[in-house]
């Protein structure tokens, strides 16, 4: 056995040992090169690949990989009249010219209207296609997602999307590794959502910076699967380039039967193999953070980035009590451009919009929690509640057990799977000074909208929200 091999490794540094195809030679200077690593499964959508598409075709290059290639519509897509022509020249473009690309590459492709479509980071695990050790990438931020089951699965940028597209591999520096120790036991009405706003809340939005975070601790373990990707789909948010958690039985159970998963002896192999992919004891980390689950409440954010948020029972900040002077000007403007007021307690503002839905809180079980507050209630007066979820499958599956009839009960609008309101690219989209209490990941200056104001929340916060009229958790209700 190797040196590399006998020293204590971090899950991170196991899978990414697993895909070096080219260690980086190390120069005069001690300085290490990239390694070259390996990729096993490559997600696509209708944003980030058509100039990655145009470089093969330029280059007279074929798909290396279409088998471990797959592509999805998802953030042009309108959530309403999903078989009409897309009415915006722009994303009708993108759309087709993936539909044309897929065909020319043969690339496997679910289109708006298929039993599959959704969003890349809800179709990929449902498929089974994601899964434990390995490495997992796409043109888009959230792809940290896919971490929740021992996968290292990073964003990529255009270029990179055509090198994998071209080779099957990426030139990448190792990564620093930090663990966010959860322990003990989350409160009655608090979620994966909340935890996660807390830890970026307590880590800043650039703590993670140059690290794969990997979330560990009984509070972790005692997640769901689904909640375990929504803990790992926010780490971008942290600043880090990808977050994991080690797979255990919750991943298997989530995984076996599913169409792309191992089956028989294969699966016996597959699950031998997981059981390895656990941070050795001894393993050192660059940086621990620990985290206790019981003092834990339902979240908020009332700035705009994620990091800006604070328990449901806070007020608003006001800039001059943050001693930090750049923290204190990045208050301020936050506060003015979210039209709020310091000292107004984060319960007594009022929103319009509610929207439930994205790949970080768009799956079943998101939409169960929303179902279970708004059973026997009402959406507010003058309330607007999207509900949106994160494939097709997922609304198929609400369907079935009667949730899109609560929803629609309460006045919410049920809607088809796409991206929506999740960022400004379709027709779900915030008017200039609506406010809006959103299960998306990212609560920037226009990012639901020009002029659009976004308070970061959990499905059941959103869901009391729609019904209270301003931000509420579901204990505000009885």
């Not at 997640?223 to 039985?249: K, V, Y």
């Not at 689950?293 to 608003?316: C, E």
Request: aromatic fraction near 4%.
């Amino acid at each position: 056995m190797s040196d590399k091999n006998a020293k204590p490794r971090t899950l991170a540094e196991k899978v990414w040992d697993d895909h070096v195809v080219v260690p980086g030679e190390v120069d005069a200077h001690g300085n290490a090169n990239p390694d070259l690593i390996y990729i096993d499964l490559h997600l696509v959508h209708e944003v980030t690949s058509p100039q990655a598409f145009d470089g093969l075709r330029v280059a007279g290059r074929k798909l290396r990989r279409p088998d471990l290639t797959i592509a999805t519509e998802d953030h042009n897509v309108p959530t309403t009249d999903i078989f009409s022509p897309i009415a915006d020249q722009v994303s009708a473009l993108q759309v087709e010219t993936l539909r044309r690309n897929c065909e020319e590459f043969g690339v496997r492709l679910h289109p708006m209207g298929d039993a599959e479509q959704g969003i890349v980071h809800v179709v990929g695990p449902q498929l089974g296609l994601t899964q434990p050790g390995m490495t997992v990438v796409c043109g888009d931020s959230h792809t940290s997602t896919h971490g929740a089951f021992g996968a290292l699965a990073m964003g990529i940028g255009t270029s990179e999307v055509e090198h994998v597209m071209a080779t099957q591999t990426l030139s990448l520096r190792p990564f620093k590794t930090m663990a966010i120790t959860v322990d003990g036991e989350l409160p009655d009405g608090v979620t994966s959502k909340d935890l996660i706003l807390a830890v970026i809340a307590e880590i800043g939005t650039g703590g993670g910076q140059g690290h794969v975070l990997e979330y560990r601790g009984s509070a972790i373990e005692s997640l769901s699967m689904e909640a375990r990707m929504t803990i790992c789909n926010m780490s971008i948010e942290a600043g880090a380039r990808a977050g994991m958690i080690a797979p255990d039985a919750t991943t298997y159970e989530f995984l076996k039967g599913r169409p792309n998963a191992p089956q028989g002896d294969d699966w016996d192999a597959a699950v031998e193999y997981w059981d390895s992919l656990r941070t050795d004891d001894g393993a050192e980390f660059d940086r621990e953070v620990r985290i206790d689950a019981s003092q834990l409440t339902p979240f908020v954010t009332w700035g705009t980035n994620p990091g800006q948020g604070l328990p449901l029972g806070a007020s608003v900040p006001d800039p001059a009590d943050i001693v930090d002077e750049n923290e204190s000007s990045a208050a301020a403007r936050a506060i003015e451009y979210m039209g709020l007021t310091p000292g107004t307690p984060l319960r007594d503002v009022e929103v319009d919009t509610v929207f439930v839905g994205s790949c970080t809180n768009g799956r079943i079980e998101d939409l169960r929690s929303v179902a279970e507050i708004l059973t026997g209630r009402k959406v507010a007066d003058g309330m607007r509640m999207l509900i949106v979820p994160g494939s097709m499958k997922v609304r198929a599956q609400a369907e079935e057990e009667g949730l899109g009839e609560i929803f629609t009960a309460a006045g919410a609008d049920w809607r088809m799977a796409g991206c929506s309101m999740c960022l400004g690219m379709n027709p779900d989209q915030l008017s200039p000074g609506e406010r809006c209490a959103s299960t998306s990941n990212r609560n920037f200056e226009g990012r639901q909208g020009k002029g659009g104001r976004t308070h970061l929340v959990s499905p059941a916060v959103a869901a009391a929200t729609a019904v209270r009229g301003r931000l509420a958790a579901p204990a505000d209700l009885v």
